[in-house]
């Protein structure tokens, strides 16, 4: 388990200035139900004869050095709502704390 600070002061690109910026794992959003792919799909699994595309179910058997997380910065003074992606970090598992340390990025 690795350590990341809840807050950390960095350029901000909009204010032109260094600010303190809120640190929280990026997430995937919803996938939407009305991309083309997903029309597609849906189309083409409808009725009968089963499934229709393949699922990958071959496992992976090469060793990984740890997942590698996005951190996504938001600013916490400013009354609008920025977000900036951080490069991604190979870690194991990001656990966000309180401390206020540097960031140690692991490239």
Known sequence: MVNVP???RTYCKKC???QTH???Q??????SLYAQGKRRYDRKQSGYGGQTKP??????WKIHNGK?????LSLVFPSFRWDMFVC??????????????SLLFIT
């Open 88 to 101: 991604k970090l190979p870690l194991c598992s990001v656990l966000v704390s309180k401390s206020i340390l």
């Open 26 to 31: 990026y997430k995937k959003g919803k996938d």
């Open 22 to 24: 809120k640190v929280t």
């Open 68 to 72: 590698r997380f996005t951190n996504s």
């Open 55 to 60: 699922i990958f179910r071959k496992k992976v």
């Open 16 to 18: 032109k200035k260094h």
């Open 6 to 8: 809840k807050t950390r």
